[in-house]
């Protein structure tokens, strides 16, 4: 059975940083790309980053271009999410995605998702 566990999350002040993990177990974790995902309050569910099974390939979304990081430890079967200078539309909770494949990172590329990791951005 595959599952994600997302953890890290927690409250920082705006220009501050937090790392999330992403530990993945019930499948061959250095196969599949992975992603971030996030859902604000009153907001839809939003694509943050993927990243393709060997870590070769990264992309981000606008909003988090040049500000956040994703990688991940296929050794250690676990997705990371560096989050540098924090923006209060940051607050979410954050999704760690599982892809269908070794390279598709889009959010309709993901079969499954973790139960989340809140994180709040808040002098």
């Known amino acids: 059975q595959v599952q994600l566990v997302e953890s890290g999350g927690g409250l920082a002040q705006p220009g501050g940083s937090l790392r999330l993990s992403c530990a993945a177990s019930?499948?061959?974790?250095?196969?599949?790309?992975m992603s971030w995902a996030r859902q604000a309050p009153g907001k839809g569910f939003e694509w943050v980053s993927g990243i393709y099974s060997d870590g070769s390939g990264t992309d981000y979304s606008d909003s988090v271009k040049g500000r956040f990081t994703i990688s991940r430890d296929n050794a250690k079967n676990t997705l990371y999410l560096q989050m540098n200078s924090l923006k209060p539309e940051d607050t979410a909770l954050y999704f760690c995605?599982?892809?269908?494949?070794?390279?598709?990172?889009?959010?309709?590329?993901?079969?499954?998702w973790g139960n989340g990791t809140l994180v709040t951005v808040s002098s």
């Open positions: 019930g499948f061959t974790f250095s196969m599949y790309a």
């Open positions: 995605g599982k892809g269908t494949w070794s390279r598709y990172v889009t959010l309709d590329g993901m079969d499954y």
